[in-house]
């Protein structure tokens, strides 16, 4: 429908009935005057009244020229008058006119003669403001070298969303001349774009009034067929003096520069938080496989849809290896993490498995050559490639695998492993820039992962070596039932210098022994195996508990200034006696039945390593079904504890002395030494029996 309501006629030609009013004329106010042969005013239209001042009264009648001219013009507007009259060509020009209030206007003139149906000769002036024409001029003028001039698609739809007119700047952006615009509507002329929405957003702006400012529009055009370009629009609603809606006024920026700014400028802070994220989380720890999942929880999902951490074996294992071209890579998986379905994670192998790759495979490229691997858009025949069995292949191209990556895990020169990166459900294939961030990635947890795997294998050897020199089960002896644990530090701390023994005496004596080594790793398992030695060979001196700490006193003073804390005590099943002497150490726990379990008092003394300070020795009641409890401190001290009321709750699961032993250990063990407890822990339990 048009404007006023009537049907507009097909191909943008008039509409038939009438129009409502335009108010361009309403805007010069123009003025009618008619003048008879003499020069008498006969017609006076009520903008005359307004632009001259006089009323229809007072103007009908009288001598134009006498009311509204100088008196110094007057033989100038008689000629102009008479030359109209006599040869019937119009005049036209701006002329001084005296208002009624004695101002002087200068008012715009259209001069014709007019004849009557008798032959009569009249004069017909239209008049307006001359400043008032000027001024719409000067618009008309600007606007028009603005439309033609402005780098800005400019355009005019009518209310039909047909266009009316375009600018040069919009000829170029659709490819289109103007001729080929005019008429017809968006998706004839732009049919890569989304028009349903454009010409729905047209509307509402026809209906509404309410301008659409700077949307984004994204699509190709003929001025560009194979070029994706990004568009800020802008709809406004044309209405003129008379609030008739005249059509919708469009405007059209690119922006496509300043968009893959934006983009880029986005994608570089997204880089650098993730970035920033993995400097904060990878390698919080020194276990290998929590490091590896912390890289792959960091890649996934901001960079991938499936992330895995894979590492050659023989690196896992401590061994430096090189393949060549024609040899397969032995890896182990170590961690996996997907934002994907069940299809991407079977595919993977599992941490912990170990799968031979062909020299073929992708990721058997990327370690051996320490260069990363891109496919940018996964192909059928990529797959068999990429996955590590035929069942993979078919799983990954299930799960809808479309983009691929592998950087390598490269640390002081060594390829470790690579970094695996998939995309199915992030529509954007892999990139160049998203190489560069998975390797900066891989780079930085490469550090973290091979410092992982070394201190891991110190760790292990540690870890041998100290259970090397532990007795595997404590010997059996006259009078004594035995139990032992010794319980490593959690898995991100070094192992520590604990020891524990059982020796059996002359005369069916036992001496039971608890140290711990100050300080950690392969040092301080050495240095406890040479304490033990020592130990071990005193013991079978038969010496006094305090000799014995003070001959260990002087050997561990010679260990490279090693310093440790020792109980020493000595069970006589046939005095139903144990003597015991201290070093530093924690005191043993006794459990009697029918009594409170309790802390036995001796001498603290000083620890082994210190010297010039004596020992003591004590002598306790050790009856048939009593029990003694040696321990380290790793067993019972936390950070958030008082180690008075760990002490106190170490007693508190000592309330059954018929327990067996084996149970206690466990018990004690589980209840009181956490898995990240940064200590391990030493535990003997000895509880007497009767002779036979």
């Given at each position: 429908?048009s404007?006023?309501?009537?049907?507009?006629a097909?191909?943008g030609?008039?509409?038939s009935?009438p129009?409502?009013?335009?108010?361009l004329?309403?805007?010069l106010?123009?003025a009618?005057?008619v003048l008879?042969a003499?020069?008498?005013i006969?017609?006076w239209s009520?903008?005359?009244e307004e632009?001259?001042?006089?009323?229809?009264?007072?103007?009908?009648?009288?001598y134009?020229?006498r009311?509204?001219?100088?008196e110094?013009?007057?033989?100038?507007?008689?000629k102009?008058f008479?030359?109209?009259?006599?040869?019937g060509q119009s005049?036209?020009g701006?002329?001084?006119?005296?208002?009624k209030?004695?101002?002087?206007?200068?008012v715009?003139?259209r001069?014709?003669?007019l004849?009557?149906?008798?032959?009569?000769?009249y004069?017909?002036?239209?008049?307006?403001d001359?400043?008032?024409?000027r001024?719409?001029e000067?618009?008309v003028?600007?606007?028009?070298r603005?439309?033609k001039?402005?780098?800005i698609?400019?355009?005019?739809l009518?209310?039909?969303?047909r266009f009316?007119?375009?600018?040069p700047a919009?000829e170029?952006?659709?490819?289109?001349p103007?001729?080929?615009?005019v008429?017809?509507?968006?998706?004839e002329?732009?049919?890569r774009?989304d028009?349903d929405a454009l010409e729905?957003?047209?509307?509402?702006?026809?209906?509404?009034?309410?301008?659409?400012?700077?949307?984004p529009?994204i699509g190709?055009t003929?001025?560009?067929p194979?070029e994706?370009h990004v568009?800020s629009?802008?709809l406004y609603?044309?209405d003129?003096?008379?609030?008739n809606?005249?059509?919708?006024?469009?405007s059209?920026?690119?922006i496509?520069?300043q968009?893959?700014?934006?983009?880029?400028?986005e994608?570089?802070?997204?880089r650098l938080?993730v970035?920033?994220?993995a400097s904060?989380?990878?390698?919080?720890?020194?276990?290998?496989e929590?490091t590896?999942?912390?890289l792959?929880?960091?890649?996934v999902?901001e960079l991938a849809d499936?992330?895995a951490v894979?590492l050659l074996?023989?690196?896992v294992?401590g061994?430096?290896t090189?393949l060549g071209?024609?040899e397969s890579?032995?890896?182990r998986?170590l961690?996996?993490?997907a934002?994907?379905g069940t299809?991407?994670?079977?595919a993977t192998?599992p941490?912990?498995?170990?799968?031979?790759?062909g020299?073929?495979?992708?990721?058997?490229?990327c370690?051996?050559?320490?260069?990363?691997?891109?496919?940018?858009?996964?192909?059928?025949e990529?797959?068999?490639?990429?996955?590590?069995?035929?069942?993979?292949?078919?799983l990954?191209?299930r799960?809808g695998?479309?983009s691929?990556v592998?950087?390598?895990?490269i640390?002081?020169?060594e390829?470790?492993?690579?970094?695996?990166?998939?995309r199915?459900r992030n529509?954007?294939?892999?990139?160049?820039?998203?190489v560069?961030?998975?390797r900066e990635?891989?780079?930085?947890?490469?550090?973290?992962?091979?410092?992982?795997r070394w201190?891991?294998n110190?760790?292990n050897t540690?870890?041998?070596l100290?259970?090397?020199?532990?007795?595997?089960?404590?010997?059996?002896?006259?009078?004594l039932e035995?139990a032992?644990r010794?319980?490593p530090?959690g898995?991100?701390?070094?192992?520590?210098?604990?020891?524990?023994?059982v020796?059996?005496l002359?005369?069916?004596?036992?001496a039971?022994?608890v140290?711990d080594v100050?300080?950690s790793g392969?040092?301080?398992?050495?240095?406890?195996?040479?304490l033990?030695?020592a130990?071990?060979?005193?013991?079978a001196?038969?010496?006094?508990?305090?000799?014995?700490l003070?001959h260990l006193d002087?050997?561990t003073s010679?260990?490279d200034?090693?310093i440790a804390?020792c109980?020493?005590?000595?069970?006589?099943?046939?005095l139903?006696q144990?003597?015991?002497?201290?070093?530093?150490?924690?005191?043993?726990?006794?459990v009697?039945p029918?009594?409170?379990?309790?802390?036995l008092d001796l001498?603290?003394g000083?620890?082994l390593?210190v010297?010039g300070?004596?020992f003591?020795?004590?002598?306790v009641?050790f009856?048939?079904g009593?029990?003694?409890?040696?321990?380290t401190d790793?067993?019972?001290?936390?950070r958030?504890h008082?180690?008075d009321?760990r002490?106190?709750?170490?007693l508190?699961l000592?309330?059954?002395?018929a327990?067996?032993?084996?149970?206690?250990?466990d018990?004690?063990?589980r209840?009181l030494?956490?898995?990240?407890?940064?200590d391990?822990v030493?535990?003997?339990?000895?509880?007497?029996q009767?002779l036979?």
């Amino acid at each position: 429908m048009s404007a006023a309501g009537a049907p507009a006629a097909e191909g943008g030609g008039p509409a038939s009935g009438p129009m409502r009013p335009g108010g361009l004329l309403d805007v010069l106010r123009v003025a009618s005057v008619v003048l008879d042969a003499n020069g008498r005013i006969v017609l006076w239209s009520p903008q005359a009244e307004e632009l001259f001042g006089y009323t229809a009264q007072e103007a009908l009648g009288q001598y134009a020229a006498r009311l509204m001219v100088h008196e110094r013009h007057l033989e100038l507007v008689g000629k102009l008058f008479a030359d109209v009259m006599r040869t019937g060509q119009s005049w036209a020009g701006g002329f001084p006119i005296r208002h009624k209030d004695g101002s002087t206007r200068v008012v715009e003139f259209r001069n014709m003669r007019l004849l009557d149906d008798r032959g009569d000769v009249y004069a017909l002036g239209l008049a307006a403001d001359q400043s008032t024409v000027r001024r719409l001029e000067q618009d008309v003028a600007l606007s028009e070298r603005m439309v033609k001039q402005s780098p800005i698609g400019l355009a005019v739809l009518d209310t039909r969303l047909r266009f009316v007119s375009v600018n040069p700047a919009l000829e170029k952006i659709n490819g289109l001349p103007a001729v080929e615009h005019v008429g017809r509507r968006l998706r004839e002329v732009v049919p890569r774009l989304d028009a349903d929405a454009l010409e729905a957003a047209a509307r509402r702006v026809l209906e509404t009034g309410v301008p659409l400012i700077d949307d984004p529009l994204i699509g190709r055009t003929p001025a560009d067929p194979d070029e994706d370009h990004v568009w800020s629009l802008s709809l406004y609603r044309l209405d003129d003096a008379m609030n008739n809606v005249l059509g919708v006024a469009v405007s059209v920026v690119d922006i496509t520069e300043q968009h893959r700014a934006s983009v880029e400028a986005e994608t570089a802070r997204r880089r650098l938080a993730v970035i920033a994220d993995a400097s904060a989380r990878i390698g919080t720890t020194l276990e290998l496989e929590r490091t590896a999942r912390e890289l792959a929880e960091v890649a996934v999902p901001e960079l991938a849809d499936v992330a895995a951490v894979d590492l050659l074996d023989a690196v896992v294992e401590g061994r430096r290896t090189r393949l060549g071209p024609s040899e397969s890579a032995v890896i182990r998986a170590l961690a996996v993490r997907a934002d994907d379905g069940t299809d991407a994670v079977r595919a993977t192998d599992p941490p912990g498995q170990i799968a031979r790759y062909g020299p073929d495979r992708l990721v058997t490229e990327c370690v051996r050559t320490g260069e990363s691997v891109l496919v940018p858009r996964v192909k059928d025949e990529d797959l068999p490639r990429i996955a590590s069995s035929a069942e993979g292949a078919v799983l990954l191209g299930r799960a809808g695998l479309h983009s691929y990556v592998a950087v390598p895990l490269i640390a002081r020169g060594e390829v470790l492993g690579a970094l695996d990166l998939k995309r199915t459900r992030n529509p954007a294939p892999f990139d160049e820039d998203d190489v560069l961030l998975a390797r900066e990635l891989a780079a930085r947890a490469a550090v973290q992962i091979d410092n992982a795997r070394w201190y891991q294998n110190a760790r292990n050897t540690a870890l041998t070596l100290q259970r090397s020199l532990l007795p595997s089960h404590p010997p059996v002896t006259t009078g004594l039932e035995v139990a032992s644990r010794y319980q490593p530090a959690g898995a991100t701390t070094e192992v520590g210098g604990d020891w524990f023994d059982v020796i059996p005496l002359e005369g069916g004596k036992t001496a039971l022994v608890v140290g711990d080594v100050m300080g950690s790793g392969i040092s301080a398992a050495a240095t406890m195996g040479r304490l033990r030695t020592a130990t071990t060979t005193l013991a079978a001196l038969g010496l006094d508990p305090a000799r014995l700490l003070e001959h260990l006193d002087k050997t561990t003073s010679a260990l490279d200034h090693s310093i440790a804390t020792c109980v020493y005590a000595v069970h006589d099943p046939h005095l139903r006696q144990c003597r015991i002497a201290n070093a530093g150490h924690l005191p043993p726990a006794r459990v009697r039945p029918g009594r409170p379990p309790e802390l036995l008092d001796l001498p603290t003394g000083v620890p082994l390593g210190v010297g010039g300070v004596e020992f003591s020795t004590i002598t306790v009641d050790f009856e048939p079904g009593d029990e003694l409890v040696f321990y380290t401190d790793g067993l019972v001290e936390t950070r958030r504890h008082s180690l008075d009321e760990r002490l106190d709750f170490m007693l508190s699961l000592l309330d059954d002395p018929a327990r067996p032993l084996e149970e206690s250990c466990d018990l004690l063990l589980r209840t009181l030494h956490h898995p990240d407890n940064h200590d391990d822990v030493a535990l003997l339990i000895a509880r007497a029996q009767e002779l036979p």
